[in-house]
């Protein structure tokens, strides 16, 4: 049976990412390719849930740097053995918002690099994504749009311009990871376009 195909979003937090997911699950289905869409930290697993309510600070919720980059690599372990591989193994196609690239980039600002993959091993030789589709919007737009469409702020809003380099540092270091970097700094459709444009043939579109 054919695998089916990963694909995996990128961003920073206002960069336009998730409106992406949504537009190209959408488009994809018109088109009769169905995918399942998933995210992370998930929200089918009590860790990914635990993670959700540390990052919007809820009742307090806090943990050190260390433990934070822990819990997200054992959330997507988790999440990648017990949903996303049965399914991709079965044939069905997967969406998935951030995945080990949002580790590498956000914890990145308090772990090292090497850590971090450490933390990972396990889910980056079980499972990486065909693609990782980047949303390359300037930090200071990302901003604007967090201060405007969201109540609250969360833990990692106004570190904009240190998270993007450790994306383009991870994106380095991973040289064999296939990137699609994408300027989410024009309309969205525009970006919709592009993105469905270079993820056709991976599904024979």
């Given at each position: 049976m054919k695998k089916g195909i990963f694909v995996a979003f990128e961003g920073l937090d206002g960069s336009g990412k998730t409106t992406q997911f949504n537009a190209i699950k959408a488009k994809l289905s018109q088109m009769g390719v169905n995918c399942m869409g998933e995210k992370q930290p998930s929200d089918s697993t009590l860790i990914g849930l635990i993670i959700r309510g540390i990052l919007k600070k809820l009742d307090g919720l806090s943990v050190s740097p260390v433990s934070l980059a822990k819990l997200y690599s054992v959330d997507r372990y988790e999440h990648i053995v017990n949903v996303?591989?049965?399914?991709?193994?079965?044939?069905?196609?997967?969406?998935?918002?951030?995945?080990?690239?949002?580790?590498?980039?956000?914890?990145?600002?308090?772990?090292?690099?090497?850590?971090?993959?450490?933390?990972?091993?396990?889910?980056?030789?079980?499972?990486?994504?065909?693609?990782?589709?980047?949303?390359?919007?300037s930090p200071e737009i990302c901003l604007e749009?967090?201060?405007?469409?969201?109540?609250?702020?969360?833990?990692?809003?106004?570190?904009?311009?240190?998270?993007?380099?450790?994306?383009?540092?991870?994106?380095?270091?991973?040289?064999?990871?296939?990137?699609?970097?994408?300027?989410g700094n024009r309309p969205a459709d525009d970006v919709t376009n592009e993105i469905l444009g270079k993820l056709k043939p991976l599904f024979d579109l």
């Open positions: 996303v591989k049965p399914h991709i193994d079965k044939g069905s196609h997967v969406l998935m918002d951030r995945y080990i690239f949002s580790s590498f980039a956000f914890q990145g600002l308090t772990s090292s690099f090497d850590d971090i993959y450490l933390y990972n091993q396990d889910a980056i030789n079980l499972l990486m994504p065909d693609i990782t589709v980047f949303i390359d919007t749009r967090i201060n405007t469409n969201r109540v609250g702020n969360e833990l990692f809003d106004f570190e904009g311009i240190a998270i993007r380099e450790r994306f383009f540092d991870a994106f380095e270091r991973m040289k064999d990871s296939n990137i699609l970097i994408v300027d």
